[in-house]
């Protein structure tokens, strides 16, 4: 599904709820510069973390697609941005928040600025998102660094995917055969805690964006 982008006027909130702070207008004219991200999912030891470029207007809800893909989500929960602006989601599947469709990550958040996104209430894998610095201009998303696999979905948080790796690492632990089934593996070594390939992700972002979310340049 292709979300429609659109800039927030000048001197108005996004949204009529009152915890939705006024945000600046976004540039209307000229190359708008990149951003490069360091987006690390809170809790987990040793870090899972990605740095991605990305074009500093891409909406929030744009930027929710690229996380999803760099992290190995399958976007089958709901999810919210915070930011000191407000709190931004999908409207109508949450109360309270904003419509990220209508934000540029670039008016919530400057150069060496953080904001969270977290998916799924369920399992609350949290995520810093940090602006570490601005760049030339990018056509599109990328992911240019990062350390280890996302986890499984469904795998109950930070804690539980500690626990699911604790259980397949022992082949005598109760639990380990029903984990295998559970995660669809054949054996535990298909689970690959410290796989990560940058080009991999890279790739995927660009599909997705022929497929339809866009991860360029807001329109």
């Known amino acids: 599904m292709l979300f429609r982008s659109g800039k927030a006027a000048a001197g108005t ?13 976004a540039p209307d004219q000229g190359p708008a510069p990149g951003y490069q991200l360091k987006v690390t999912l809170k809790g987990s030891k040793p870090p899972i973390w ?10 929030l809800a744009e930027l929710h697609h690229v996380i999803q893909v760099s992290f190995g989500w399958d976007d089958s ?20 928040v904003g419509d990220e469709r209508r934000v540029a990550l670039s008016q919530v958040a400057a150069p060496k600025g953080k904001i969270s996104y977290t998916y799924d209430f369920g399992d609350d894998w949290e995520h ?8 030339d201009p990018v056509p599109a998303a990328a992911c240019i660094g990062g350390r280890r696999a996302g986890p499984p979905e469904d795998c109950g948080g930070i804690w539980g995917y500690a626990f699911l790796l604790d259980v397949l690492a022992d082949p005598d632990h109760p639990d380990h055969d029903d984990q295998l089934e559970c995660l669809g593996l054949d054996d535990a070594d298909d689970l690959d805690a410290d796989a990560f390939d940058p080009e991999v992700i890279t ?15 807001r329109r």
Do not use: K, M
């Open 13 to 25: 909130p996004v949204d009529s709820r009152p915890e939705i702070n006024v945000l600046p207008s």
């Open 50 to 59: 990605r740095r991605l470029q990305v074009p500093s207007d891409l909406s």
């Open 77 to 96: 929960h709901l999810h919210a941005f915070e930011t000191r602006q407000g709190r931004f989601g999908q409207p109508g599947f949450l109360d309270g």
């Open 128 to 135: 810093d998102v940090l602006v570490e610095r601005s760049t």
């Open 203 to 217: 790739q995927r972002l660009a599909e997705l964006r022929r497929a339809g979310p866009a991860t360029g340049r």
